[in-house]
């Protein structure tokens, strides 16, 4: 079946970049999806991008797709203590049901 | 804006109790979903429901039933609640010609 993986952890400094990868195997993946999860809070859409897109860039967010390797990205600049959460890549291909990987605690050190 | 509320943020029952989760959406989505979240594990869905009194397996249902009486309202019972059932539960719905997921806050259900 389709998986989504991710590293747990990331650390970074206040003010410099984030960068969360995932690779997904699922090639019929049409939509992929980055979330956001604030501590006790659900599960917020933070982007999206469909897989004929190489990049897609919203404000402090950008999105990288390379398809070819089934490699997704969100970097995240200037990254600010408010960005600590974990952070959830999701794809969806010809299932209905979106398959969500396994998070990444963003910790973004003062 | 898009609300899904959940009944409870936080639960403590015993093991054996009956014990009912309630989702409510108010945008009239056709989708439901219920999800637990478990550290390094991630989300893992148990049930969701395409419309009115349809239902379908997710990937770990066992212990888990649902209900969906009314399109508004999803609800997740655990017929005899156990300790491996602690988890934060995670409600979601979706409209069918859209690709978001909108979730609910969570209900942390610990069972001692």
């Known amino acids: 079946g389709e998986d989504v993986e991710q590293s747990l952890f990331l650390s970074v400094r206040e003010g410099d970049s984030s960068v969360i990868n995932c690779t997904y195997t699922d090639s019929s993946s049409t939509y992929l999806y980055w979330y956001k999860q604030e501590p006790g809070a659900g599960l917020q859409l933070l982007t999206y991008i469909f897989s004929n897109m190489d990049m897609k860039q919203d404000q402090r967010l950008t999105v990288l797709l390379n398809k070819k390797d089934k490699h997704l990205s969100l970097r995240i600049a200037d990254t600010q203590t408010g960005d600590s959460a974990i952070y959830f890549c999701a794809e969806r291909g010809g299932s209905y049901i979106p398959t969500f990987g396994r998070g990444t605690s963003l910790i973004v050190h003062p | ?112």
């Open chain 2, 1 to 112: 804006d898009v609300k899904v509320t959940q009944s409870s943020r936080y639960l403590v029952k015993r093991t054996g109790e009956k014990v009912f989760l309630e989702c409510v959406q108010d945008m009239d989505h056709e989708n439901m979903f219920w999800y637990r979240q478990d550290p390094g594990l991630g989300l893992r869905l148990i049930y969701f429901s395409y419309d009115v009194k349809m239902k379908e397996k997710g990937d770990i249902p066992e212990g888990y039933s649902v209900s969906r009486e009314k399109k508004e309202r999803f609800s997740l019972i655990l017929e005899s609640a156990s300790t491996n059932q602690t988890s934060m539960y995670l409600c979601a719905s979706r409209r069918d010609d859209t690709d978001t997921q909108y979730f609910g806050p969570g209900t942390r259900l610990t069972v001692l």
